[in-house]
């Protein structure tokens, strides 16, 4: 009689010689039960689909619950999914996007015009909301990298003032309609804040109003901002320039070369003078020589009328 060990080694022996067989065997069985199913599938498909359809229906009020259950308790583990995948797949995530975007880029922007149209309340309720509950962390943000913040701006100053340069000399008619239509539609609200503006900061109003006066006149530079003359009549000590008279408050704005002969609102062709020698000045030399304050601590102000504002396209 043959004994465990002895069976088991002639096992192993049959196997070994039928090796081939047995496994060219096991690849038809597999390959017709493969094909059974997919043949079981595809009858029962119809059926199948119906009993899915019926399921969903009478299940309809706790399959919302189970799915909100089930996003609840695998949230967690979700999101670290997700964070691990993009951080793995960066590059690649973000290749796609910008490719899909210079593709489908009109369709994108008309897109979200439309969604921003219908829902536009509801995204200001939305904004003003986020505002509100997010003010301490933005501003905690803020004090936390000031410093960060002011030297990317700076290293990105000029940078961002030829990007802006540019892109206003490209699209100069479509930015002037966008503001003539904006205007149009906000002209009550836009008239309250520049009347509110105007009687709160009255120094600044008439240094506007000074340029506005300079740029009709011609003025090749047009830059001399209310904070350059504060800095300019404390520098005289609120006196007139020609005649030495103190009047703090009532001092005038002259033009060493008049506006009308060509000269600069900036502040190396102004100094300050009081009415009555403003007046006899007129449009004539300076009563006597005056050197003007060519260097002020307040920056001027850039626009339009500045030197080198404008970019070359």
């Not at 002639?10 to 496994?23: F, N, P």
């Not at 002969?261 to 004539?284: E, L």
Request: charged share 30%; glycine share 4%; proline share 4%.
């Amino acid at each position: 009689m043959q004994t465990h060990e002895e069976r088991l080694a002639k096992q192993r022996a049959w196997r070994e010689a039928h090796l081939e067989e047995t496994r060219a065997k096991d690849r038809v069985r597999y390959a017709t039960q493969r094909a059974q199913r997919q043949a079981y599938l595809e009858a029962s498909r119809e059926r199948r689909l119906a009993q899915q359809r019926l399921y969903a229906f009478e299940h309809r009020e706790q399959q919302p619950a189970n799915g909100r259950a089930y996003e609840a308790r695998h949230r967690a583990e979700r999101v670290a999914k997700n964070r691990a995948y993009h951080k793995e797949h960066r590059e690649e995530i973000l290749q796609k996007k910008r490719a899909y975007r210079a593709t489908h880029g009109e369709e994108i922007r008309a897109y979200t015009r439309a969604y921003r149209a219908v829902h536009k309340e509801e995204l200001l309720a939305y904004c003003r909301d986020y505002d509100a509950s997010h003010r301490e962390a933005r501003q905690a943000y803020r004090d936390a990298h000031r410093e960060a913040r002011a030297a990317y701006v700076a290293g990105r100053l000029e940078e961002k003032r030829a990007k802006d340069g540019a892109y206003r000399a490209t699209h100069r008619e479509a930015l002037l309609a966008m503001q003539r239509v904006y205007r149009t539609q906000h002209r009550e609200d836009l008239t309250a804040k520049q009347c509110a503006y105007a009687a709160a900061h009255p120094e600044i109003r008439r240094a506007a109003q000074h340029r506005r006066r300079a740029r009709k006149a011609g003025a090749p530079i047009s830059d001399f901002t209310a904070a350059q003359w504060r800095e300019m009549q404390e520098y005289y000590d609120h006196c007139c320039a020609y005649c030495g008279t103190r009047a703090k408050g009532h001092l005038t704005q002259d033009h060493l070369t008049p506006l009308s002969a060509g000269g600069s609102h900036t502040v190396s062709n102004v100094i300050p003078a009081c009415r009555s020698c403003n007046s006899r000045k007129g449009t004539g030399a300076p009563l006597q020589p005056v050197q003007p304050l060519l260097l002020t601590v307040a920056p001027a102000r850039r626009g339009p009328s500045s030197p080198g504002w404008a970019v070359p396209v």
